[in-house]
């Protein structure tokens, strides 16, 4: 039998906590479509593009976000839990830095131009660096660690992080999430067809990628 294939597209940023949990799920999910073909792809978003290159003092940043250190508080607090029951161990006191994230698009880019494997893996590390080891994900240095984790050649990583390759393909593909209406990540679109917004559980979205990978047409009659 021919397995069925499908492309998802993964809208994400790489400081997004809810990001982090929908990567784990939508693992889980894959884990239940065996039979079906899956091609993940890892597209730019940045939740806060205004950050400076050297990325700002994260308790000032949540304060200035939410309010109080009280809020930041029970938000993680919930976080913490939720991270928990899907495999990740946030450790939000380990962050000093809310770092800018354009750079670590870059590295994500160029790890696609590898493999699909090296992409997630890229991406794993960089979530895994930031919420359970503390790392800034702004620092080169960081970066290039990343990508060494993954295979990639270090050197040549350090050396395009210096220049400015790929800046405008990452400002496109932001623009590109912006234009088609995406405010808020994770964003999974499936096929290029249909969006799953937010950190959905694993079952919702296992649902939502079969669906589309048997051509599920909304409105079909032959589909209900």
Known sequence: MTRKKITIDVVSDVVCPWCYVGRMQLKKALSF???????????????????????????????????????????????????????????????????????????????AQASSDAQDMVVGTLFSFYFEQGLDIGDHEVLVDAAASAGMEAPIVARLLQSDADKDTIRADIDTANRIGVRGVPCFILDQKYAVMGAQPAEILADAIRQTAEGFEPGNAADR
């Open 33 to 111: 479509l065996s039979d079906i073909e899956v091609d993940i792809r890892w597209r730019p978003y940045q939740l806060d593009p205004t950050l400076p290159p050297q990325g700002k003092d994260r308790q000032t940043y949540l304060r200035e976000k939410f309010g109080s250190d009280d809020r930041v508080d029970e938000i993680h607090r919930q976080l913490a839990q939720i991270g928990e029951s899907v495999g990740i161990d946030f450790d939000f006191e380990a962050i000093r830095c809310s770092p800018n994230t354009f750079d670590a698009h870059r590295l994500v880019h160029w790890a």
